[in-house]
């Protein structure tokens, strides 16, 4: 146990310690922050460590092992209506939970002076989330091909993406990314690795992956169906002033208070399902079922250890130094900066972490989790500095990438392995984590408060969008080079 909590730091260190030495570069040479700012930031970051490290050490002796025997459960049922029905709830539950999904339902209010309740906002994603689950599960269970599913989902998306205005584009994708959290994420992933390997079969390997990714396609058709039902063309109204915080613990006293009690709303649908399949399916013995809350309380320890940090030490960082870069003279030094964020963010966003474990563990080392991560890293890398882009020239639109992002994504499906496929998909999900909605989004509502032409509230929603797209193409060009290696050596690669 202690082996493994240690190397969890350790992993954690390497992915955060970038983050925060780019960030104190910075302030040194580009945008001068102040000594308290400076001081909570360097505080925030040994919080990150120390919180992501517990929090993926509980993540895997909680929250997978019980993602994975609900997923064995419900493949043993046998009868397609428990999976689909089951699958719903299971999805429902955990979504409507999600921290990131309640900060961005309050946007969405805010943003649509409002029209739309956060309330609506909430119910109407953790639906989407829930169906798609469903979908998901029956999917691996009648075997039907992952990029064909995936094909008819995005179809539909790319038609309603025509016809819905651009800020609701922005939110939908955005909400996509907020349902895919700390915790939902693992979750997701062990529940879909279950079935697969009670399904066993030939593609095991490769329907191990790809839940997330249809868990994240829910919130964009939920949300654009609910803008062309309810006729809604466009919103309008205002992002939230930006107000720093003052003092240097006081914020961290305030975020703690707040976020301990989030935190316990997070993890209660996950204890409470567990508690009660554990009583009536499960009937784990007094040593296993000990083993897994303890795996739930650190994960509990560890959320809100990183999620106190981020918020109290991150976020308003991100702020600043987009708002000071944008502010120079030099407006293509914005592109790269983000573009240098996008590399080491995406390293410290927990669920990324389940997840190339997940996808280590389930190839048995052959793709390897570090190729996984640069890949990401060059993919988000991207996505910030488009966006950027997106902020300094008025005539690029977020449809101009999405769409054809998509797209492409799409195509390249029919291409590569199907498991990069179900790999490529969840990461769109995982990548865009609590780090990346709050220092990145930060970032790109403080560059566009500093560029005339900028709208904060469509520009700030519409980076989140980015990063959940790229990596559907980035992935997807990994996949492409490992089936041309396997190739060379005259290995089938899962080709079918």
Do not use: C
């Amino acid at each position: 146990m202690l082996n493994l909590l240690s190397s969890k730091f350790k992993g954690v260190a390497l992915a955060v310690i970038p983050i925060s030495i780019l960030v104190i570069i910075l302030s040194l040479t580009v945008v001068t922050l102040e000594l308290d700012m400076f001081i909570r930031f360097l505080i925030g970051s040994t919080m990150v460590i120390l919180g992501l490290g517990i929090f993926l050490f509980g993540a895997e002796i909680g929250i997978t092992p019980i993602g994975n025997l609900m997923g064995e459960t419900l493949a043993r049922s046998n009868k397609v209506w428990v999976v689909g029905i089951l699958g719903f709830f299971l999805g429902f539950f955990i979504t409507i939970a999600e921290p990131d999904l309640q900060i961005l339902a309050y946007q969405v209010r805010d943003a649509s002076g409002g029209i739309l309740s956060a309330y609506s906002i909430l119910i109407v994603v953790s639906v989407g989330v829930g169906l798609m689950v469903a979908i998901g599960l029956l999917r691996i269970l009648f075997g039907n091909p992952l990029n064909k599913t995936y094909t008819i989902v995005y179809l539909i998306i790319f038609v309603l993406g025509l016809i819905v205005s651009e800020e609701f584009l922005a939110i939908s994708v955005d909400a996509s990314g907020a349902t895919t959290g700390a915790m939902t994420t693992p979750f997701i992933l062990a529940l879909g690795l279950g079935v697969s390997k009670l399904k066993g079969g030939k593609t095991e390997e490769e329907d191990s992956f790809g839940l997330v990714g249809m868990a994240s396609s829910g919130p964009i058709l939920a949300i654009m169906l609910m803008s062309v039902i309810a006729g809604l063309k466009d919103i309008q109204g205002q992002a939230e002033a930006f107000i720093p915080h003052t003092g240097i613990l006081n914020p961290y006293k305030e975020a703690f208070l707040s976020l301990t009690k989030e935190s316990i709303l997070t993890l209660l649908p996950i204890l409470s399902l567990f508690l009660i399949f554990n009583t009536t399916k499960f009937k784990l013995s007094r040593s296993n079922r000990n083993k897994i809350l303890k795996g739930l309380l650190y994960t509990y320890i560890g959320l809100v250890l990183f999620l106190v940090g981020v918020n109290a030490g991150f976020m308003e960082v991100g702020r600043v130094i987009g708002y000071g870069i944008a502010s120079l003279d030099k407006k293509w030094l914005l592109a790269g900066i983000g573009f240098l964020l996008g590399l080491v963010v995406v390293l410290a966003e927990p669920a990324v972490h389940v997840l190339t474990e997940q996808v280590e563990d389930v190839t048995s080392g052959y793709i390897k989790r570090k190729a996984i991560l640069a890949t990401l890293s060059l993919g988000i890398g991207f996505a910030i500095s488009l966006s950027m882009m997106r902020i300094m020239f008025p005539g690029l639109k977020l449809w101009h990438f999405l769409l054809p992002g998509f797209a492409i994504a799409i195509i390249m499906s029919y291409i590569v392995p199907p498991i990069f496929v179900g790999i490529a998909f969840d990461s769109g999900g995982v990548a865009s984590g609590p780090m990346t909605a709050t220092f990145v989004l930060a970032f790109a509502q403080g560059a566009a408060t500093s560029i005339p032409t900028a709208n904060v509230l469509i520009d700030g929603f519409g980076v989140i969008a980015m990063v959940a797209m790229t990596p559907l193409v980035t992935i997807q060009i990994l996949g492409l080079l490992f089936k041309m290696k396997a190739k060379k050596r005259g290995v089938d690669f899962n080709d079918d």
